[in-house]
């Protein structure tokens, strides 16, 4: 079982469109996928169609699990998607998660302690998805995986960013004595004009980044907007799309392993 978790600190940058894309295409590729929704916006619950019907379910969810409130087990909280997937859904009460654990023993394992109650089979891939923000829920999200994939997008901020998350991961390799791994680095919402160019190109020829970025980019289309406003991912939506090969091929990487 591979545990990769997307994460950055910045918002908008396509964790969720990426977490979303890439494991339909593991799923494409006869793995079989556990998506985990870890962001209390629940925006990945929405790109699969269950937010309305999951995000407010009066049952046992991920925020029980993670604060040690949960009365069932952890198998109970997966839900099939119509793509393959299948999905730990976010909740409404992750809202109160990062205050509920800030004292808590343990609460940068509390998912790593979630997931390892999984049968060990159940799972080729278990996929990440995390919140915008540094704090306890994406500490949970590197320390469950160790294995980052990091989506940037292509404009002048990025690269601030980027070295934000690095920084982060060091320090928490520090803090807690582990090697994370970062797969890659994934560039989206590439627009035509030479900003998005020139910021790339620069992150490409940054020591210490260029081996990570990957060589091609996910461009900007407006289909994939649509699709998560609609409960799907491209796969469902519009499989023409020129952008369908590329999460095929980030699919094909993450597979290989990637560096
Ligand atoms: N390549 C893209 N082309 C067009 N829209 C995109 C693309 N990637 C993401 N989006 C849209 O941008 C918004 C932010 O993306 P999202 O994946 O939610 O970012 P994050 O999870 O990093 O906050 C969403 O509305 C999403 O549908
Ligand atoms: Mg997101």
Known sequence: MHTIAITNQKGGVGKTTITAHLAVGLTRRDHRV?????????????????????????????ALHLTGNARGDPTDLVVETDEGVDLVP??????????????????????????????????????????????????????ASRRLLIPIQAEDSSLDALEMALDEIEEIEAAFGIDVDVLGI???????????????????????????????????????????RRGETLYAYNEASDMVPIFDRLAADVERGMN
Do not use: C
């Open 186 to 228: 994934a560039p989206n919402l590439v627009p035509r004009d030479g900003v998005a160019k020139s910021t790339l190109e620069t992150i490409r020829s940054t020591p210490g980044l260029e081996e990570l970025v990957l060589p091609y980019e996910i461009r900007k289309r407006a289909d994939i907007k649509y699709a998560m």
């Open 34 to 62: 556990l998506a985990v929704d870890l962001d209390p916006q629940g925006y990945l619950t929405r790109h699969f169609g269950l937010k309305e019907k999951l995000y407010r379910a009066d049952t046992d969810n991920i």
């Open 90 to 143: 976010s909740n409404y009460d992750m809202r109160g998660v990062v205050d509920a654990l800030s004292n808590a023993r343990n609460r940068e394992r509390r998912l790593q302690n979630v997931l390892s109650a999984l049968p060990d089979d159940s799972y080729d891939y278990v996929l990440v998805d995390s919140p915008p923000n540094l704090g306890v829920l994406t500490d949970n999200a590197i320390l």
